[in-house]
Nanobody
């Protein structure tokens, strides 16, 4: 069983940066991928980025590529989402999630989820 806890959300202005953290506790040797999603009320959860536990490769959604960076500290088992050049449309609840699949194709293929952290981008 794996427990994920996000932190680092808050209110920032357009153009600012923010770094989200996802602390993972517990153990599941099957875990392969860690990812970040976000959700706006009334809309589907949007995949943002994913990183492989095995080879460290990262993938990004077109909407955030070049602005967001996913990274992992294997010592503390914490995953980060560095968000730069934030825009009002980045306002959402951000979730980290973990999957036992190498290429999870959608949110249903992530077994573990955090509780989410709110990010608000507004002037």
């Amino acid at each position: 069983q794996v427990h994920l806890v996000e932190s680092g959300g808050g209110l920032v202005q357009p153009g600012d940066s923010l770094r989200l953290s996802c602390a993972a506790s517990g153990r599941d040797s099957r875990l392969y991928t860690i990812g970040w999603y976000r959700q706006v009320p009334g809309k589907e959860r949007e995949w943002l980025a994913a990183k492989s536990y095995r080879d460290g490769r990262a993938n990004y959604a077109d909407s955030v590529r070049g602005r967001f960076t996913i990274s992992r500290d294997s010592v503390t088992n914490t995953v980060y989402l560095q968000m730069d050049s934030l825009k009002p449309e980045d306002t959402a609840v951000y979730y980290c999630a973990a999957s036992g699949r190498s290429r999870p194709s959608d949110s249903t293929q992530y077994e573990y989820w955090g509780q989410g952290t709110q990010v608000t981008v507004s002037s």
